[in-house]
């Protein structure tokens, strides 16, 4: 999240205006097995314009009352989010799966993670567990194509926005790290995908790791 400054210029009833008006959280359709789809698009999240307690707020009040007795499962679209745009940052997403009900995070079974992109599968491979607690990691599928997910969601009930498509048809000419269809837990490199920039990802993690240990004081109180 940004700092307080930012989200200042906003009164509540603007943020919480603001989060419906871009339809970052929208429960629509099925997936194969039945159960509620909660569409979650991470590059429509203003992160510069709303605070972690308006999201929380936003969230008790319109989407996890429809939740609570139903199971459900999260598809969250990945693609076009950059942390210095629209990435709530570690301690926020962590604030905000704690503020997450039981009732609620017990009928989640699963979240499909759709393209994931390396340094996330690399995070989560390395502290989801820390960070998640409830078996929340382990219910993370990566997606990395439309195409599979559709083995997964009815495909006909679950509407993406076109920008999603557009990177599919990117990926068809630059093969990036990935398998095929969904998998959970294990982080594994497209065989072609021969080389890591170790100081990308080794700075990526420490400033996690950062933010991590920022929160940890505050919690053990």
Not at 136 to 160: A, M, P, Q, S
Request: positive net charge; hydrophobic residues 40%; contains cysteine.
């Amino acid at each position: 999240m940004d700092s307080p400054a930012t989200t200042a210029a906003l009164s509540d009833t603007q943020q919480q205006h603001l989060l419906h008006k871009l339809d970052l959280f929208r429960l629509q359709g099925r997936d194969r097995r039945g159960r509620a789809v909660l569409r979650v698009v991470g590059k429509f999240f203003p992160a510069r314009y709303v605070s972690v307690e308006a999201l929380t707020k936003y969230l008790e009040e319109r989407v996890l009352p429809k939740l609570e007795d139903r199971q459900f499962a999260v598809v969250y679209v990945h693609a076009g989010v950059r942390r210095s745009e629209n990435c709530p940052g570690i301690s926020a997403l962590r604030s905000i799966y704690e503020a997450i009900p039981v009732s609620v995070k017990r009928n989640l079974e699963a979240v499909y993670f759709v393209h994931p992109g390396l340094q996330a599968r690399l995070f989560l491979a390395t502290f989801g567990r820390l960070l998640f607690a409830g078996g929340l990691y382990e219910k993370i599928k990566y997606v990395n194509r439309v195409e599979f997910l559709w083995e997964e969601v009815r495909r006909k009930e679950v509407e993406l926005p076109e920008f999603v498509y557009e990177l599919d048809d990117k990926m068809e000419h630059r093969p990036i790290m990935a398998d095929s269809g969904s998998e959970s837990d294990h982080l594994r490199l497209h065989h072609g995908a021969s080389f890591v920039d170790p100081v990308g990802v080794s700075s990526y993690s420490m400033r996690c790791i950062a933010l991590k240990l920022e929160s940890q004081p505050s919690k053990a109180r």
